[in-house]
């Protein structure tokens, strides 16, 4: 089983944070997931509040199970390519889902394989791609792809 863990950029210093993602009062936060819970308030554990970083929600993405054939974590909003295809797509996560595409047809990923919404496997394991960036800091590497 995969661990649930989120990562977003701070709003203070525009830095990737990972860990538990918490939202509250319509703020977004990152809380590490080393944090270690402090003395109790009325009977209930609380986090050090110190360690919850404000980030940008649009940012936000969870980590999806797989590694990358770097043995990188994959989050939501990764730009992955196939070297063997040159394929290139974010990952996002649709209807209950992790999909990579976003023109046409999307194909579902799902833990180490990839099926299209035709149940065809199309062979695009996810470890055998390569993280080249992301959606909020590299959009320029999605110009002209998903445009299928």
């Not at 993405?61 to 797989?66: A, N």
């Not at 989050?75 to 046409?104: C, P």
Request: glycine share 10%; proline share 5%; hydrophobic share 35%.
């Amino acid at each position: 089983m995969r661990p649930i863990e989120f990562r977003g950029k701070r709003i203070d210093t525009n830095e990737w944070v990972y860990g538990y993602y918490v939202v509250a009062e319509d703020e977004h936060f990152i809380i590490p997931a080393d944090t270690e819970l402090c003395t109790s308030v009325d009977g209930f554990p609380a986090f050090e509040v110190l360690d919850a970083h404000k980030v940008d929600p649009k940012t936000v993405g969870q980590f999806i199970g797989p590694l990358d054939k770097k043995k990188q974590k994959t989050y939501e909003g990764d730009i992955l390519r196939w070297n063997k295809t040159g394929y290139i797509a974010s990952v996002r996560y649709e209807n209950g889902w992790f999909v990579v595409g976003e023109g046409g047809e999307p194909i579902m990923v799902y833990m180490q394989e990839a099926i299209d919404d035709d149940g065809f496997d199309t062979k695009m394991d996810i470890r055998n791609s390569e993280i080249i960036g992301n959606v909020s800091d590299n959009p320029e590497l999605m110009k002209g792809q998903d445009d299928d």
